[in-house]
C-alpha cells in the first residue's frame, strides 16, 4: 500500500472518529416541569408534558410527592394550591385544580400519558419528603414498585436530592439510570455510590470546572440546571454537557440548531 493510500484512510478514521464524538456529545433539551411557559401551562401538569413532547425534548421533568394516603402525585411544590400534600389524602386535594381544569396528576396517570410516546424520556424527581428520611425512602420504593408495574423502565430516568433515596432506587433495580441533584458530591463519590449521572445546578460547573469532563471520563452522565438564559445555554452547549434542564426549551432547541 502506498503512502497516499495510508494518509487517506488515516484521514478518513480521523475523519469518523470526529463524527462519532459529536454525536455522542451533543446536548439533549429536558424541558423543567414540561415545557410550560411560552403557552402559559400549568407547570407538571399533562399539558405541559404533552407539550414536552411535541417539541421534540429528550425528556419532560416531573416532580413526585407521597401523599398522606400513600398515592405518588406530580407538583412541585409541598402544597397543592394551599394544600399541604402530605398532609393530604389524594381524595383531599382533588378539590383543587390547575387554571386550566386539570387535577393534581397522580404519577401513575403522568407516566401513562408519557408511555403514549417512545422518544421523550419522562425525568422523574423524588422530592425529598418533609416528615423525614423513612418517608423519603418510602417514596422510592413505592416508585419503584410503580415504574415497573406499568412497565415504564425503558422510558423514566430519576432525579433526586436525597443521596440515600438515589442508592436505594439503584439498590432496587439496578438498572435504573439515576442522577444525583444536590451538588454536594464529586463526580467519583457518586459514582462509588452506583449513581449514573449528576445533575448540578449549573453554577456548580463554574465553581468547580473540571467536573463536567471528570464525570464524563469515568462513564458519568451531565445535566444542569436549571439554564434559561441564552448566554448560559450556548456555555455548556460549547462544553459539551450531556443534558440542559431549561425552562425554556424552545430557547435551548433553536440554539442547538443554529437559528
Given at each position: 500500500m502506498n503512502m497516499k493510500k495510508i494518509f487517506a484512510i488515516c484521514v478518513a478514521i480521523c475523519l469518523f472518529s470526529n463524527m462519532?464524538?459529536?454525536?455522542s456529545t451533543t446536548t439533549k433539551v429536558i424541558a423543567h416541569?414540561?415545557?410550560?411557559?411560552?403557552?402559559?401551562l400549568p407547570q407538571n401538569s399533562l399539558a405541559s408534558l404533552n407539550r414536552a413532547i411535541e417539541l421534540g425534548c429528550y425528556g419532560s421533568e416531573f416532580d413526585v410527592h407521597l401523599t398522606k394516603d400513600d398515592v405518588l402525585v406530580v407538583?412541585?411544590?409541598h402544597d397543592f394550591y394551599g394544600l399541604e400534600i402530605e398532609e393530604s389524602t389524594y381524595e383531599q386535594l382533588l378539590?383543587?385544580?390547575?387554571?386550566?381544569?386539570?387535577?393534581?396528576?397522580?404519577?401513575e396517570a403522568y407516566i401513562k400519558e408519557g408511555l403514549k410516546q417512545k422518544n421523550t424520556k419522562l425525568i422523574y424527581e423524588l422530592k425529598t419528603s418533609r416528615k423525614?428520611?423513612?418517608?423519603?425512602?418510602?417514596?422510592?420504593?413505592k416508585s419503584i414498585e410503580l415504574v415497573k408495574n406499568l412497565g415504564a423502565k425503558e422510558l423514566i430516568e430519576y432525579i433526586c436530592f436525597d443521596f440515600d433515596a438515589g442508592e436505594l432506587i439503584k439498590t432496587l433495580d439496578s438498572e435504573a439510570e439515576v442522577?444525583?441533584?444536590?451538588?454536594?458530591?464529586?463526580?467519583?463519590?457518586?459514582?462509588?455510590?452506583?449513581?449514573?449521572?449528576i445533575d448540578y445546578h449549573f453554577s456548580l460547573f463554574d465553581k468547580n470546572p473540571e467536573w463536567?469532563?471528570?464525570?464524563?471520563?469515568?462513564?458519568?452522565?451531565?445535566?444542569?440546571?436549571?439554564?434559561?438564559k441564552i448566554e448560559d445555554i450556548k456555555k455548556?452547549?460549547?462544553?459539551?454537557?450531556?443534558?440542559?434542564?431549561?425552562?425554556?426549551?424552545?430557547?435551548?432547541?433553536?440554539?442547538?440548531?443554529?437559528?
Open positions: 462519532l464524538l459529536a454525536q416541569r414540561g415545557a410550560w411557559k411560552t403557552e402559559g407538583n412541585h411544590d378539590s383543587k385544580s390547575h387554571p386550566n381544569g386539570e387535577k393534581i396528576p397522580t404519577a423525614g428520611k423513612d418517608r423519603t425512602l418510602e417514596a422510592a420504593r442522577s444525583y441533584l444536590n451538588g454536594d458530591k464529586t463526580p467519583a463519590e457518586a459514582k462509588k455510590a452506583g449513581y449514573s449521572g463536567l469532563g471528570e464525570a464524563q471520563k469515568i462513564g458519568l452522565t451531565v445535566n444542569s440546571w436549571t439554564v434559561n455548556l452547549i460549547e462544553q459539551r454537557i450531556d443534558f440542559i434542564t431549561t425552562d425554556e426549551p424552545e430557547l435551548a432547541l433553536r440554539e442547538l440548531k443554529g437559528e
